[in-house]
């Protein structure tokens, strides 16, 4: 059956990364464009009534300071007075006794002089009656009880301001006078600077949305890279990499990627590597079971004894069959599965029943164990992997040594470390070979490994064994003759609080 094909997954339109921020772009931009639009024009309104109201206020108290010359006010008075003073550009002025009675405006008392004056043969017109009217404003009736009023506000593009004052005579407000300013220049000023932002804004947000389009893309074609290399390498390429442009996070991401893609492609290899050997060390012994089978089973004239050694060689092929199967349960084990629950276990104990149970195989080889064990090496260890341990690397010196060859094992404390050596006679490793010897089906000697059983695994399950509990373990050449292997864990301490 062939693998699945890998589904294609489609990102919708406003679910992309590059819409995404894309989008947050623009909406910043967009708060910062309704700041540019909105906080200058009120800053600017601010500024401009506070100096129209500074302005408006001046002009009515140099009004109000010439009308509180006189004792009483009356029309014909103020008339004259304010006929003396300048408008100063205000579009009305209204002069109002202490009852509000108009006694003066601008507006009306304007239009009455060109009314008023000589005919054209020079006769003089009788004045028209003087109407009563009250200056019904807001303004008026607070300036009647003594406050100065200012008010100003922006309506269809035009300033409009009003201001009142009491007049003050002795002490006693004798009347109160009222100013208006429509002021269409400054708004038009205001009206241009609003424009002229709003322009501004719209050749900010063409730009923005052009950058906010390109940034996105620039940012987001890294992370579609990625995004392809994933997919390159989930489809087994392993040897695809990625260049690392920049040194961002994107970079650093790059670099962890390709060391992923360096440590899948290794072990990718080690299990091809590991599946095509295990193939052909099963293969092996399966060959010759099938053999000698076929031997026995074509061959109707065998002799007892014969068939006897045929089932002999089947049984040791059975076996070593089981032992390979093992080896290779065992390595799945730890390759899967977490480490037991530790305890302390003395290296010594546990190396001397190991030796002892070997003592049998040692002596029909004839080699002999010599120890020198330190009482009092714990370590924090599963007396089972420890005993497997010490059980292998025994087992590799005595079958790997010569006839009347010795096996040297001790166990001794380092500084912080617990060590266990175990040194031969035996037929030695080369030199090139010994960064080797724990990969999974290595010998060194495949003929002699055969013939003694051996599986190339004993070593490789030393050392996975040894890291699950922190530990190391190292190969080196003895001199004169045969090697040495040397396994390391820290020492166990046990804390005070346990002796307390």
């Known amino acids: 059956m062939g693998e699945t094909p890998r589904k294609k997954y489609k990102v919708p339109f406003f679910s992309s990364l590059q819409v995404k921020y894309a989008i947050s772009y623009l909406v910043i931009f967009a708060v910062v464009l309704v700041l540019l639009n909105t906080y200058p024009v009120i800053a600017s309104q601010d500024l401009l009534f506070r100096s129209k109201r500074d302005s408006l206020k001046s002009q009515a108290a140099v009004m109000a300071s010439a009308l509180m010359e006189l004792e009483t006010l009356s029309s014909d008075q103020v008339m004259r007075v304010m006929n003396m003073l300048d408008n100063m550009g205000l579009n009305r002025i209204l002069v109002t006794d202490p009852a509000g009675l108009i006694l003066y405006d601008s507006l009306k008392d304007n239009k009455k002089q060109t009314e008023e004056g000589e005919t054209e043969d020079g ?14 404003y807001q303004e008026v009736v607070l300036a009647l009880r003594g406050r100065d009023v200012f008010y100003s506000r922006y309506v269809n593009n035009v300033f409009v301001s009003t201001a009142a004052l009491p007049i003050v005579y002795r002490g006693m407000t004798i009347g109160a006078i009222y100013i208006l300013e429509v002021d269409q220049a400054q708004a038009a000023l205001l009206l241009s600077l609003q424009q002229n932002l709003r322009y501004i804004s719209l050749v900010i947000a063409a730009v923005t949305l052009v950058l906010s389009a390109i940034f996105s893309k620039m940012l987001t074609a890294r992370i579609a890279a990625l995004l392809r290399a994933i997919r390159i390498v989930g489809e087994g390429e392993y040897g695809h990499r990625l260049q690392p442009v920049g040194r961002d996070e994107m970079a650093q991401l790059a670099e962890e990627f390709n060391q992923l893609t360096d440590r899948l492609q290794t072990t990718e290899e080690v299990r091809r590597r590991f599946v095509s050997d295990a193939s052909h060390e099963l293969k092996t012994p399966l060959a010759s079971i099938r053999l000698l089978a076929d031997s026995i089973l074509q061959n109707d004239h065998m002799d007892q004894e014969t068939v006897r050694d045929f089932v002999g060689d089947i049984g040791d092929e059975a076996e070593r069959l089981t032992r390979i199967t093992e080896h290779l349960l065992a390595l799945t084990r730890l390759d899967s599965l977490p480490a037991g629950k530790t305890v302390p276990v003395d290296v010594s104990q546990v190396a001397d029943r190991a030796a002892g149970r070997l003592g049998p195989v040692a002596e029909t080889a004839g080699v002999t164990i010599q120890r020198s064990l330190k009482p009092g090496c714990r370590i924090l260890c599963t007396e089972d992997d420890l005993y497997q341990i010490c059980y292998n690397l025994l087992e590799n010196a005595v079958k790997y040594n ?14 912080d470390q617990v060590l266990l050596e175990v040194a031969d006679t035996g037929i030695g490793i080369p030199e090139e070979d010994l960064p080797k010897v724990f990969n999974r089906f290595y010998r060194v000697d495949k003929a002699r490994s055969r013939a003694a059983g051996g599986t190339g695994l004993g070593l490789s399950i030393v050392r996975d064994t040894v890291r699950r509990h922190g530990g190391w373990v190292t190969a080196r050449h003895r001199s ?3 090697s040495v292997f040397t396994v390391g864990f820290p020492v166990y301490i046990q804390s005070e609080e346990k002796l307390t």
């Open 123 to 136: 006769e003089e017109v009788e004045p028209a009656q003087p109407e009563y009217c009250y200056a019904l």
């Open 402 to 415: 010569y006839a009347g060859g010795y096996v040297y094992l001790s166990v001794y404390t380092d500084d």
């Open 480 to 482: 004169p003759e045969g």
